[in-house]
C-alpha cells in the first residue's frame, strides 16, 4: 500500500508559479510510474502530467504543455510538478498518483492505484 501526501499547494496570481511535492511512502517508489491529475469544480478529473521509474520518460496533457515540468527524487520518495504561467483554468484540487503495475519506462494518463488526499491550487485573474 503506498500512502501519497501533496504539499505546495495555494493562491497564486495569473502568470505565477507553484511547485507542487508529493512524498510517498512506500520503499518501492523507484518502480512505479508517477502522475499527477486534476479536478475542477463541477468537473470531471482529469490526467496533467506522468513520469516513468527513472524519470527518463515523461508525459504532459496539452493544456499544460510547455507550462508544467514533472520530475522525480527517487532517493527522497518525492514527486514534483512545477507550475509556471498559471492561468485562471489552472484552478483546481491536484492529486498526486501512483502505478505499481507499469513498466520502466511507461507514462500512464489512467489506471492508477494509489492517490493522495490532493492539494488546492487557485489562480486569480
Known amino acids: 500500500q503506498v500512502q501519497l501526501v501533496e504539499s505546495g499547494g495555494g493562491l497564486v496570481q495569473a502568470g505565477g508559479s507553484l511547485r507542487l511535492s508529493c512524498a510517498a511512502s512506500?520503499?518501492?517508489?523507484?518502480?512505479?510510474?508517477m502522475g499527477w491529475f486534476r479536478q475542477a469544480p463541477g468537473k470531471e478529473r482529469e490526467f496533467v502530467a506522468a513520469?516513468?521509474?527513472?524519470?527518463?520518460?515523461?508525459y504532459y496533457a496539452d493544456s499544460v504543455k510547455g507550462r508544467f515540468t514533472i520530475s522525480r527524487d527517487n532517493a527522497k520518495n518525492t514527486v514534483y510538478l512545477e507550475m509556471n504561467n498559471l492561468k485562471p483554468e489552472d484552478t483546481a484540487v491536484y492529486y498526486c498518483t501512483a502505478d505499481g503495475d507499469s513498466r520502466w519506462h511507461e507514462v500512464p494518463s489512467s489506471g492508477y492505484d494509489y492517490w493522495g488526499q490532493g492539494t488546492q491550487v487557485t489562480v486569480s485573474s
Open positions: 513520469i516513468s521509474w527513472s524519470g527518463s520518460n515523461t
Open positions: 512506500e520503499r518501492t517508489f523507484s518502480l512505479h510510474a
